[in-house]
């Protein structure tokens, strides 16, 4: 993990129009082994980074990224599938 990288793993749900934020939510954050997340990175609470992930600096995670991919940019997209 990069320097200045956050992991947001709470949020709050949409309350109704007397005040939107509602009350607040965890989410699981799974990394799994051989990740390298680079430098000012996002990863958003629900996402799950598979083993071998690379994540390309100041990309934005916010869903699950396959085993052995490189992803990158806001909202994070598969750059190029890595050899095992």
């Given at each position: 993990?990069?320097?200045?990288?956050?992991?947001?793993?709470?949020?709050?749900?949409?309350?109704?129009f007397r005040r939107r934020a509602g009350a607040?939510?965890?989410?699981?954050?799974?990394v799994q082994d051989g990740v390298w997340i680079?430098?000012?990175?996002?990863?958003?609470?629900?996402?799950?980074?598979?083993?071998?992930?690379?994540?390309?600096?100041?990309?934005?995670?916010?869903?699950?990224?396959?085993a052995n991919h490189m992803v990158g940019g806001?909202?994070?997209?598969?750059?190029?599938?890595?050899?095992?």
């Amino acid at each position: 993990i990069a320097m200045e990288c956050l992991f947001v793993s709470s949020s709050h749900y949409l309350g109704d129009f007397r005040r939107r934020a509602g009350a607040a939510q965890k989410l699981n954050i799974e990394v799994q082994d051989g990740v390298w997340i680079g430098a000012r990175s996002i990863v958003m609470g629900g996402s799950k980074l598979g083993e071998g992930v690379v994540v390309a600096a100041s990309s934005f995670c916010n869903a699950e990224v396959l085993a052995n991919h490189m992803v990158g940019g806001a909202p994070a997209r598969t750059i190029k599938v890595l050899d095992d």
